[in-house]
C-alpha cells in the first residue's frame, strides 16, 4: 500500500496532483513520493508561507543533497525536474531547473557474481553469527532465496508464512514492483532449506499467525527483519568468508539477484537451449514487465562469455577460417 503524505508548502496542491496522475497510470510512485515529501518539508521549513521553487530555494534544496552518491543526488534533482514540467502545463511561468546544472552521474556500480561455492562459504559461515538460532537459521534462508530465486530484498522481506505452499513447494510473491505477483516453484533442497527454517522458527514462537513475516524477527515487537538487520548479518559473512570484489569492496545484497540472472543464462548455454527463446522465461521469473528490463542483469561476465563462445563454436566454427589460411593472405 502506497504511503499517503501531507504536502504543506505552495506547491502541495500540484505535487498531490502529479503523484495522484503518475499512480492512475499504473505506478506505485512511492520513492518519488517521498523525494516530493522531502522538498515539501524544505519549502515549508524556509520561514516563509510563499516560498516556492524557485532557482534560489531550489539550490539551497540540491545543496541539501550533497552527501548522497552523485547517482542518487541526479537521480532526485531529475525527479524534481520532471514535476517541474508538469507543473509548467499549468503555469507556464513556473521556475525548470536547467539539467546541463546537474551533477554529473557517476560510474555505474558492477554487480559481484557468485559463485556457487561463493554461496556454500557463505552458509557454513552461518553458525558463527552470534545470537539467537534464530538470528543465524534467518540469514541462512535469506541468502538461499535470494540467491537460487534472485528476489528483490523487498519482495524477501515482505513474504509471510502463508506464501509458502509446503504442498505445492512454491513461493507467492504479491504484487511488487511492477504491481505483478507471481508464484515460483523451488527446487528439491531449498524446499528442505525452507523446512529447517520453519522447525526454528516454531520452536522460537509456536504460536504465529500464517500472515505473520516469514523471516520473523524476535527484536522489534516481533516483526519482520528489516533491510538494515539483514545486510548487517550478510556483511559479517562476507568478511568471514573472506568474499570482495576487486576493489576490494564488500558485494551488496542486491548483487544476488545479478547472480541468478547470469548462472541461469550460463546454465542455459551449457545445456545447448535456445536462450532468446527462454529469455520471456527468466523475465517472468524477475517480475519483470518486459526482457528489456531483463537485460540489465545479463552481464557478459567470463563464464556467460566462455558459454556462447563454445555455443558459437560448435554451430559456425567450420564456416571461420583463420585470416592466415585464406587464399592469397591478406589483401
Not at 65 to 81: I, K, S
Not at 288 to 298: A, E, G, K, P
Request: hydrophobic letters at 40%; aromatic letters at 10%.
Amino acid at each position: 500500500m502506497s504511503i499517503a503524505y501531507s504536502f504543506q508548502s505552495v506547491v502541495a496542491p500540484d505535487l498531490q496532483r502529479y503523484i495522484a496522475l503518475k499512480r492512475v497510470l499504473g505506478r506505485s510512485f512511492d520513492n518519488s513520493a517521498k523525494i516530493f515529501f522531502d522538498l515539501d518539508c524544505f519549502l515549508s521549513g524556509l520561514g516563509k508561507a510563499t516560498a516556492d521553487l524557485t532557482p534560489e530555494t531550489f539550490q539551497k534544496w540540491s545543496q541539501t543533497l550533497e552527501p548522497l552518491h552523485p547517482n542518487t543526488r541526479l537521480a532526485r534533482m531529475r525527479a524534481v525536474r520532471n514535476f517541474c514540467l508538469y507543473r509548467r502545463r499549468t503555469i507556464p511561468a513556473c521556475f525548470v531547473p536547467d539539467p546541463t546544472q546537474f551533477p554529473r552521474a557517476g560510474p555505474v556500480v558492477r554487480p559481484y557474481i557468485f559463485s556457487g561455492e561463493e554461496v556454500a562459504k557463505l552458509l557454513l559461515h552461518c553458525k558463527d553469527l552470534r545470537g539467537s538460532p534464530l538470528r543465524r537459521a534467518t540469514t541462512r534462508l535469506a541468502i538461499v532465496l535470494l540467491y537460487t530465486t534472485g528476489l528483490r530484498r523487498g519482495e524477501l522481506l515482505r513474504l509471510t508464512l502463508q506464501d509458502y505452499d509446503p504442498q505445492a513447494q512454491t513461493l507467492l510473491i504479491r504484487a511488487s514492483k511492477f504491481h505483478k505477483s507471481r508464484l515460483l516453484p523451488l527446487p528439491g533442497d531449498v524446499v528442505e532449506e525452507v523446512k529447517r527454517f520453519l522447525q526454528v522458527r516454531r520452536a522460537a514462537r509456536p504460536s504465529l499467525s500464517p500472515t505473520a513475516s516469514l523471516l520473523w524477527s524476535p527484536c522489534g515487537q516481533g516483526l519482520a527483519y528489516s533491510a538494515n538487520q539483514i545486510a548487517k548479518n550478510v556483511h559479517i559473512l562476507f568478511e568471514r568468508a573472506g568474499i570482495k570484489k576487486p576493489d576490494g569492496r564488500q558485494p551488496r545484497v542486491h548483487d544476488f539477484r545479478h547472480s541468478l540472472a547470469v548462472n541461469v543464462l550460463i546454465r542455459w548455454y551449457q545445456a545447448g537451449v535456445d536462450v532468446q527463446a527462454k529469455l520471456p522465461l527468466l523475465a517472468t521469473w524477475l517480475g519483470h514487465v518486459s526482457i528489456l528490463s531483463t537485460y540489465h542483469y545479463l552481464h557478459f561476465v567470463e563464464g556467460l562469455r566462455s558459454a556462447a563462445s563454445r555455443r558459437f563454436d560448435r554451430s559456425f566454427g567450420d564456416l571461420v577460417v583463420p585470416l592466415a589460411k585464406q587464399k592469397g593472405g591478406p589483401r
